[in-house]
Nanobody, 114 residues
Framework: QVQLVESGGALVQPGGSLRLSCAAS????????MGWYRQAPGKQRELVAS???????NYADSVKGRFTISRDNANNRLYLQMNSLQPDDTAVYYC????????WGQGTQVTVSS
């Protein structure tokens, strides 16, 4: 059973930075495309960034140029570096992986507020 555990969420001021981390329970990070989603209160969950097996990254328009997704295959971790954070980035952030079915972590709260 694959398990994903996110960490790194926090309260940060506008303009600040955070790095989210997702730890996978098995040696799978290098073998599958993975992604980060977020869900703000009252809104649908949305894709923030994804990375392919070959390392190709894709981003939502709202985070392009500010967020960077990366992967550490040796340590089975997925990261999301978030810079220039804005109040609209406030959400619960989830790590995602699909192997036949969808796997989600429990989420980590990011709050951007002064």
């Amino acid at each position: 059973q694959v398990q994903l555990v996110e960490s790194g969420g926090a309260l940060v001021q506008p303009g600040g930075s955070l790095r989210l981390s997702c730890a996978a329970s098995e040696n799978i990070v290098s073998f599958y495309a993975m992604g980060w989603y977020r869900q703000a209160p009252g809104k649908q969950r949305e894709l923030v960034a994804s990375i392919t097996i070959n390392g190709r990254a894709n981003y939502a328009d709202s985070v392009k140029g500010r967020f960077t997704i990366s992967r550490d295959n040796a340590n089975n971790r997925l990261y999301l570096q978030m810079n220039s954070l804005q109040p609209d980035d406030t959400a619960v952030y989830y790590c995602h992986l699909k192997i036949v079915r969808d796997y989600w972590g429990q989420g980590t709260q990011v709050t951007v507020s002064s």
